[in-house]
Structure formats: structure tokens, C-alpha cells
């Protein structure tokens, strides 16, 4: 009898070494997700500022070079217009596109034939 308590005992006490091992392992894995997130927010931050900054620059390269080829200022900053504008086109067409693929379009329309044909 003392045999199968002492194993008993020994089970729990294993049983509990485990879980505080899990417990442990979790927060630590908790922590490390957390720093990571707060990276990845700052970085993206800097990326984002980056990424502003190259459009400026080369903007303004865009603009150095259309002055360069005989191009007035007015006409210079007018064609970089048009040029940032249709590529703000191209991106909304884009993203509109992009955005009735997440409607689920033939999942819905194959659910509803399985329905109706019930």
C-alpha cells in the first residue's frame, strides 16, 4: 500500500514539476513575444519614416532631373504631380481588386448551390 502511495506521490510530484516547467516556460516565451512586438512596432516605425524620406529624395531627384532637361519648375512639379497621382491610381485600383478576394466569392456561392440543392 505504502508502494502505490509513494508512486502516487511521486506522479503529482512530477505532475507539478511539469506544469511549473510549462508555467515557466510560457512567460519566459510571453516575454520574449512581447520585446519582439515592441521591436517590430518601433522598426516598422523607422522603416515607414525611411521609406517617406526615399520618395522625397527621389522626388526631388525627379524634379532636379526634369529642370535639367529644360523643363520649367511649374512644369516640373506638374508632371511629378501626375506621376505620383497615377500611381496612387494604380495602387486604390489595385487594392480595390485585391479586396473582393476576401469576400470569399466562390466559397459563398459554392455553400449556397450545396444548400439549395439539399
Known sequence: MED?????????????DLTTATLKLAVA???LAVNSAGLLVGLGAILLIMVLVTWLVALATGFAALQALGLSALM????LL????AICALLVF??????????FPLTRQAIRSSTQSS
Request: hydrophobic share 55%; proline share 0%.
Open 4 to 16: 502505490v502511495i509513494r508512486s502516487l506521490l511521486a506522479r503529482v510530484v512530477a505532475t507539478v
Open 29 to 31: 516565451e510571453t516575454r
Open 82 to 85: 501626375f506621376i505620383q497621382l
Open 94 to 103: 489595385t487594392l480595390l481588386k485585391l479586396s473582393k478576394n476576401l469576400s
Open 76 to 79: 516640373a512639379l506638374l508632371t
